[in-house]
């Protein structure tokens, strides 16, 4: 069964410094989705991406995040200068179409020291 | 704003006994709604969705929800729980662009 995959399933950085998140969604869906779960907490939607552009984003997905589609399979969050506060377990989703099952990766918990 | 309650932060329950985990949810139209579980260590894994017809939605591993508009409810049952079921349990609604909405989550411990 295709699933999506996110790799590291764990990055420790230090504060100040950029990640990358990488994901690999199922292969024919379209769209593609972004959540974070700080320790303790809800599960928040960052953002949603469809066509080459973000279609939907929170206000937690400030200038700091970004997101790109660099290729045909993988979807990637950057941090430009990661804060002790982004320190989260972070989702990456892919469903068919926009009220289709979003799919989730098993995550990559994110430290910031 | 939508928004999704599930006012148990714990529950256990013991092998063999019936489960239902509540959830509410605010919404002005009729919501898309979920139930995924998380088990340690794991990702987010679907159990059940609602978007329309059947109130009534059969879920996997024996699980199913009931949407009740009267009462913004949407409550997950299973009536006869393994030690397996031992996960978190997360309420979820769909917002209008595709986002997701989570409830706090559930955990559900399992007692032999």
């Known amino acids: 069964e295709p699933e999506v995959t996110q790799t590291p399933s764990h990055q420790v950085t230090q504060m100040g410094q950029e990640v990358i998140l990488r994901c690999v969604p199922i292969?024919?869906?379209?769209?593609f989705y972004w959540y974070r779960q700080i320790l303790g907490q809800k599960v928040e939607f960052l953002v949603s991406?469809?066509?080459?552009?973000?279609?939907?984003k929170s206000e937690i997905f400030d200038d700091q995040f970004s997101v790109e589609r660099p290729d045909g399979s993988n979807f990637t969050l950057k941090i430009r200068s990661t804060k002790l506060e982004d320190s989260a377990m972070y989702f990456c989703?892919?469903?068919?179409?926009?009220?289709?099952?979003?799919?989730f990766g098993p995550g990559t918990r994110l430290t910031v020291l | 704003a939508q928004s999704v309650t599930q006012p148990d932060i714990h529950i256990t329950v013991s092998e063999g006994a019936s489960l239902e985990l509540r959830c509410n949810y605010s919404?002005?139209?009729?919501?898309?709604l979920f139930w995924y579980v998380q088990s340690p260590g794991q990702g987010l894994q679907l159990l059940l969705k609602?978007?329309?017809?059947?109130?009534l939605v059969q879920g996997i591993k024996g699980f199913e929800a009931e949407f009740k508009r009267s009462q913004s409810s949407f409550n997950l049952r299973k009536p006869s729980v393994h030690w397996s079921d031992a996960a978190e349990y997360f309420c979820?609604?769909?917002?209008?662009?595709?986002?997701?909405?989570f409830g706090k989550g559930t955990k559900l411990s399992v007692k032999p």
């Open positions: 919404y002005g139209a009729t919501p898309y």
């Open positions: 991406f469809y066509n080459n552009e973000i279609s939907e």
């Open positions: 609602y978007f329309s017809g059947d109130t």
């Open positions: 989703a892919s469903s068919a179409s926009v009220t289709d099952t979003q799919y």
């Open positions: 979820v609604s769909g917002g209008s662009q595709g986002n997701l909405i």
């Open positions: 292969s024919n869906h379209l769209y």
